[in-house]
């Protein structure tokens, strides 16, 4: 009778742990719900951000690369190149941070309805200064964006240099 009593009672302070520890896991639950709500939240907004980052971003150095053009800064080949390059920079960004692609997977994605296509890139890098070929060669999202700036910013310094210059003989 008394193993029965102290069976019971073991039974009894299992059930309560069993219970205690249930009620912790919920409110682990709760919590964790919570914070994945903040997080996903956080997330939204870093996107969509992003989003508007990159098509600021690819306004500003299409803009670069038709200045350099009707500036005589680039040849035509480049600037077709470039051009493309450019008008699809948000959409090539975007394809490595949300799918996880290599950047010529990107590019072969974008570059589809582009008279452009992937060996002409390449050939074009290859033309380029090794500062601008070392970041192509990263083959992702922020080796793209570096070797966008670098193309472009040499050009503009270029042509700022040209026309101090200009005013400084004037």
């Not at 600037?79 to 493309?84: A, G, K, M």
């Given at each position: 009778?008394?193993?029965?009593f102290?069976?019971?009672?073991?039974?009894?302070?299992?059930?309560?742990?069993?219970v205690?520890?249930t009620?912790?896991?919920q409110?682990?639950?709760?919590l964790l719900?919570?914070?994945?709500k903040?997080?996903?939240?956080?997330?939204?907004?870093?996107?969509?951000?992003l989003?508007?980052?990159t098509?600021?971003?690819?306004?500003n150095?299409?803009?670069?690369?038709?200045?350099?053009?009707?500036?005589?800064?680039?040849?035509q080949s480049?600037y077709?190149?470039?051009h493309?390059?450019?008008?699809?920079?948000?959409?090539?960004?975007m394809?490595c941070?949300?799918?996880g692609?290599?950047?010529?997977?990107?590019?072969n994605?974008?570059?589809?309805?582009?008279?452009?296509t992937?060996?002409d890139v390449?050939d074009?890098?290859?033309t380029?200064?090794?500062?601008?070929?070392m970041?192509w060669?990263k083959?992702?999202?922020?080796?793209?964006?570096?070797?966008?700036?670098?193309?472009?910013?040499p050009?503009?310094?270029?042509?700022?240099?040209?026309s101090a210059?200009a005013l400084?003989e004037s």
């Amino acid at each position: 009778m008394f193993v029965a009593f102290g069976v019971i009672g073991l039974l009894i302070l299992f059930l309560i742990y069993l219970v205690l520890r249930t009620q912790n896991l919920q409110k682990e639950l709760a919590l964790l719900r919570n914070s994945n709500k903040q997080t996903s939240s956080k997330v939204t907004y870093a996107y969509r951000n992003l989003v508007l980052v990159t098509d600021a971003l690819e306004k500003n150095l299409t803009a670069r690369v038709e200045s350099d053009y009707k500036s005589r800064l680039i040849e035509q080949s480049q600037y077709q190149i470039l051009h493309s390059l450019m008008r699809n920079f948000s959409t090539i960004v975007m394809a490595c941070c949300e799918k996880g692609m290599s950047l010529e997977e990107s590019l072969n994605k974008a570059l589809l309805n582009e008279d452009v296509t992937l060996e002409d890139v390449r050939d074009m890098v290859k033309t380029l200064p090794s500062n601008a070929r070392m970041v192509w060669a990263k083959n992702t999202a922020d080796g793209f964006i570096a070797f966008c700036q670098t193309v472009t910013a040499p050009i503009n310094t270029t042509k700022a240099n040209k026309s101090a210059a200009a005013l400084q003989e004037s």
